[in-house]
């Protein structure tokens, strides 16, 4: 690492250097990947993740990475469906909740009190108080690897989006979805960090 001039410079197989690491702080904010799924045996769960993002448009991809083979990425496997909700102010205590580590049978929409919706095009529930839900079926399950290919016990779920739910409250007039009124919260730094959206801004791709 270095300490030289303005930038504090480090390589993060040899150590950050500072009280805590840095990178979810540097990489922030991230939506938050609150993921429902469903096992085989039709036992439901409900659980947030750092790690989210869509990748896709045409058609639409969303994905979420696990640290560690949990419940969502068996069920997933398992059933190849999910459904991304919506994270807005409103619930994040109840997001919260439901990032209890609990048994597997334990019904995390119970745990945090909100409403299983049923899903359209996938045998998974949403959640019904989310500003909007995205209904996935799942394309693959990468089990991710390090630069000398050793395989990392972090695993990255890719769904194309079959099924869109959008509140109507959170429908503008102009057919546009409001995100400030949605009011989505993000993952932002260390262990308890979040952020609420801000002052939104026009601001366009220039023209060739």
């Not at 997933?76 to 997001?95: A, D, G, H, P, Y």
């Not at 990255?156 to 009011?183: C, M, N, P, S, Y």
Request: one cysteine or more; aromatic letters at 10%; charged letters at 20%.
């Amino acid at each position: 690492m270095s300490h030289s001039g303005d930038v504090h410079f480090y390589d993060p197989a040899k150590g950050h250097g500072l009280s805590h690491d840095p990178f979810k702080a540097i990489v922030a904010p991230r939506v938050i990947g609150w993921i429902s799924s469903r096992d085989t045996e039709g036992r439901v769960n409900l659980a947030p993740y750092s790690f989210f993002g869509a990748f896709a448009t045409f058609p639409p991809i969303i994905g979420f990475c696990s640290e560690g083979y949990k419940d969502s990425i068996a069920n997933i496997e398992s059933t190849r469906e999910f459904v991304w909700n919506l994270t807005s102010k409103s619930l994040v205590e109840q997001m919260n909740r439901s990032s209890a580590p609990v048994a597997h049978d334990v019904d995390e929409f119970e745990l945090a009190g909100l409403t299983k919706a049923p899903g359209i095009n996938v045998n998974v529930p949403h959640v019904g108080e989310s500003p909007a839900s995205l209904e996935c079926k799942l394309l693959q399950v990468v089990r991710m690897h390090d630069l000398e290919g050793k395989p990392m016990n972090n695993w990255l779920a890719l769904g194309q989006v079959v099924g869109v739910h959008i509140r109507r409250e959170f429908l503008r007039e102009d057919g546009l979805f409001d995100t400030a009124k949605a009011h989505p919260v993000m993952r932002a730094g260390y262990l308890g960090d979040y952020a609420e959206i801000g002052a939104m801004f026009d601001l366009r791709r220039p023209k060739a």
